[in-house]
């Protein structure tokens, strides 16, 4: 370990490399917690199947790659086939259970990871797939030392992009106002005359959406498998958790923070371990976040 | 319809279902039982040891059968789904044995389901030849019916240890200098190979600079890749099932890690060739089996040649590579041939008795089993990938093409 420690004061380049290739992956987790946040926030609806839909995304951008879609177009692609398969998910399952009680919801959305799961099995087989756009990799320093690759560079730009679309449609848009409103408080914004129905709805296939965008994401910097979705839950429930319910800028900062110090945890310590960090940084929080408010009740009382 | 109809009716069906055994009684069968993963997550390489079985099961039946005292008798499988989950694989056993009475079981699909089939089998004591279960902890709790075809985890990627030392001889070094990275996923499989690797390298007093276990859920490598590169190892060895394998060689090439020499299971899974196309030049792949060693026996033929019969009987593989899982497959049930007709009775306990003295050369290789079960005739071939195609490079009795090192 302090070998290891050692060797990145020696060279810091290193040091800088790990904290880019952090970046880089941790934007892309961000962004699906962004969209579970989202589903959460509003409707109270802890999407278990957040990581089979981001699965399901990369498949379907893999899918039409081998039938000459050009990845990255497969990724517009993959969004919309996501929105209209969440758009279904919702009609038939999730908008029965949006009114009865959390376990209902987490039982109902559990069981659309695991058909979802099973018919990616069915359709495409248990093999791995990935997309490679052979790209090559950006030399960071010039030296070869730290190459990052363009594809991972190019995730990274388009997670960026598209969390400003986000941000600026949830602020400006009558329909991002409309969420907003519905996640303060739905009572008061069917009073109001928001179709909170419509607010639900949409959501969700905002959701789907996002997660498709991932999915094609991941299926370009990492690898697919049906199986593979649960790691994406996971991580995007350590992460809304870590930021705070309702705190969409505190998603992205805790995702990019993650895979900081997942990379460096990794480097230091060794990779078993890192998954260790993350559930050690989420219990940090946690804590912190209960001294903070154990203060503020005795300051009522 | 009266009473007495529907009663003569039901007499005569009766008599029908009862009188349909005599009448099928020309042929006397042998039945064995399997629960194999034909959905779930191993549904892909279930399939694959089915259809070993069946086409062995196939090709023994046409040829007459098994001769078992003078009788000839075909063999037949009764397959359940086991869904690729443990539990139910065992709940499975238990119904072929208590309900459908099998008395000789084929493995199912994997180290883990082959870990909770194993216990039921023992109870009842029937013998059960597996092929696709490679966990070395299978062989040391003692199992008296539990056979197996294949060579165990450890023994994967052990052998790449031998070639580094060569190498360092070669180069005029000592292997004590030789410096291993190794990065394995965290999981029972591929920790057992490490094991194998780790006990071969300490052998050689090679030093181990990097030794990480990879979190079974993610698939990035860069922090370890980043280790490898400032420590700039003589060989790195990488395991993690075709995640694990498609990851390595697709990071391996983007990072620009440069290695003389490097090791990985589980290539051909992840179709490394056709996904990464050069970067996967130079890589040694481990697999238990390719078609084009030497191995031979009277009844299949050559590797080669069961290859080719099997892409004809089944044309789905025929662009495609046949894959070890099935020959191993195919290879279990020859044992089973082999040691009835050696027994010359059905009687179980016999049966376990002429499997546990199998000493066979076939097609798939040497078979002989240790007091442990496992198969210690075969050794695993490691295959470097060059221009893209798998030429088999260890061990070198078997091997058709020279190590190219350092890697490109």
């Known amino acids: 370990m302090w070998a290891n420690i050692d060797l990145l004061i020696q060279v810091p380049k290193l040091a800088a490399g790990l904290f880019l290739e952090g970046l880089l992956i941790g934007a892309v987790f961000s962004l699906i917690a962004y969209g579970l946040a989202l589903v959460w926030g509003v409707m109270n609806v802890k999407n278990l199947a957040q990581g089979p839909f981001v699965i399901a995304g990369g498949y379907i951008c893999w899918y039409l790659s081998t039938l000459g879609l050009h990845p990255v177009l497969g990724m517009f692609a993959a969004a919309v086939v996501m929105w209209g398969l969440s758009w279904i998910c919702f009609k038939l399952v999730v908008s029965k259970v949006l009114e009865l009680d959390m376990f209902v919801s987490l039982l109902a959305t559990f069981g659309l990871a695991y058909v979802l799961e099973q018919s990616l099995s069915l359709a495409f087989t248990q093999d791995t797939q990935t997309i490679n756009l052979g790209w090559g990799s950006l030399d960071v320093f010039g030296d070869g030392l730290v190459l990052l690759a363009w594809q991972k560079v190019m995730a990274f730009a388009i997670c960026c992009v598209l969390a400003v679309v986000l941000v600026l449609f949830m602020k400006r848009s009558r329909m991002g106002q409309a969420i907003r409103a519905t996640a303060q408080n739905a009572r008061a914004a069917r009073v109001m005359g928001i179709d909170t129905d419509k607010v639900y709805s949409f959501t969700f296939c905002l959701n789907g959406a996002i997660c498709g965008a991932a999915g094609a994401l991941v299926a370009m910097i990492w690898v697919i498998q049906p199986f593979y979705g649960i790691t994406y839950s996971i991580r995007a429930f350590v992460l809304v958790v870590a930021a705070g319910l309702g705190n969409l800028p505190g998603v992205i900062l805790a995702g990019l923070g993650m895979g900081g110090l997942e990379q460096f945890g990794g480097f230091i310590i060794g990779a078993e371990y890192q998954q260790a960090l993350v559930v050690g940084m989420l219990l940090a929080v946690l804590v912190v976040r209960l001294l903070q408010q154990s203060r503020k009740r005795q300051a009522v009382a | 319809m009266s009473v007495i109809t529907k009663f003569t009716t039901a007499a005569a069906l009766g008599a029908a279902l009862v009188s349909m055994p005599l009448s099928a009684s020309a042929e006397e069968f042998i039945t064995l039982g399997s629960a194999i993963s034909l959905t779930g997550k191993y549904s892909t390489n279930g399939l694959h040891a089915q259809n070993g079985y069946d086409f062995a099961i196939k090709k023994i039946n046409d040829a007459g059968g098994v001769d078992v005292g003078g009788t000839k008798y075909k063999l037949r499988v009764i397959y359940y789904d086991d869904e690729s989950t443990p539990a139910r694989g065992a709940q499975l056993a238990e119904r072929l044995i208590a309900q459908d009475g099998v008395q000789y079981m084929l493995g199912p699909y994997s180290s883990g389901l082959t870990k909770a089939i194993a216990?039921?089998?023992?109870?009842?004591?029937?013998?059960?030849?597996?092929?696709?279960?490679?966990?070395?902890?299978?062989?040391?709790?003692?199992?008296?019916?539990?056979?197996?075809?294949?060579?165990?985890?450890?023994?994967?990627?052990?052998?790449?240890?031998?070639?580094?030392?060569?190498?360092?001889?070669?180069?005029?070094?000592?292997?004590?200098?030789?410096?291993?990275?190794m990065a394995f996923e965290n999981d029972p499989f591929s920790l057992d190979v490490r094991a194998g690797v780790?006990?071969?390298?300490?052998?050689?007093?090679?030093?181990?600079?990097?030794?990480?276990?990879l979190p079974r859920d993610l698939s990035d490598m860069s922090a370890t890749l980043t280790k490898v590169k400032a420590l700039k190892p003589d060989l790195l060895v990488v395991s993690g099932h075709s995640k694990g394998a498609a990851t390595a060689v697709r990071q391996i090439g983007e990072m620009g890690i440069s290695v003389p020499m490097l090791a990985v299971t589980h290539c051909e899974a992840a179709d490394v060739t056709g996904k990464f196309g050069d970067t996967a030049n130079g890589i040694l792949c481990s697999t238990q089996w390719a078609e084009t060693l030497t191995y031979e026996d009277p009844f299949f033929g050559s590797a080669a040649n069961y290859n080719e019969e099997f892409k004809a009987a089944y044309p789905e593989y025929a662009d495609k590579k046949v894959p070890y899982q099935t020959a191993q497959a195919s290879a279990a049930v020859w044992v089973f041939k082999d040691a009835f007709e050696r027994a010359g009775t059905l009687d179980k306990e016999a049966l376990r008795d002429a499997i546990a003295e199998t000493d066979l050369m076939t097609f798939y290789g040497g078979i002989k089993f240790s007091a442990a079960g496992n198969n210690v005739a075969k050794p695993m071939v490691l295959r470097q990938i060059q221009d893209g195609i798998y030429n088999v490079v260890a061990p070198p009795e078997f091997a058709s093409h020279e190590l190219q090192w350092p890697r490109p």
Do not use: C, H, W
Request: aromatic residues 8%; charged residues 25%.
């Open chain 2, 119 to 181: 216990p039921v089998t023992e109870k009842y004591q029937i013998p059960m030849v597996e092929a696709e279960g490679a966990s070395r902890s299978l062989f040391n709790k003692g199992y008296k019916y539990l056979f197996a075809v294949l060579s165990t985890s450890e023994q994967y990627l052990a052998s790449a240890i031998d070639l580094a030392a060569g190498m360092a001889e070669r180069e005029g070094k000592s292997p004590s200098d030789v410096k291993i990275a």
């Open chain 2, 198 to 213: 780790a006990d071969d390298a300490a052998k050689y007093g090679m030093q181990i600079v990097v030794d990480d276990k």
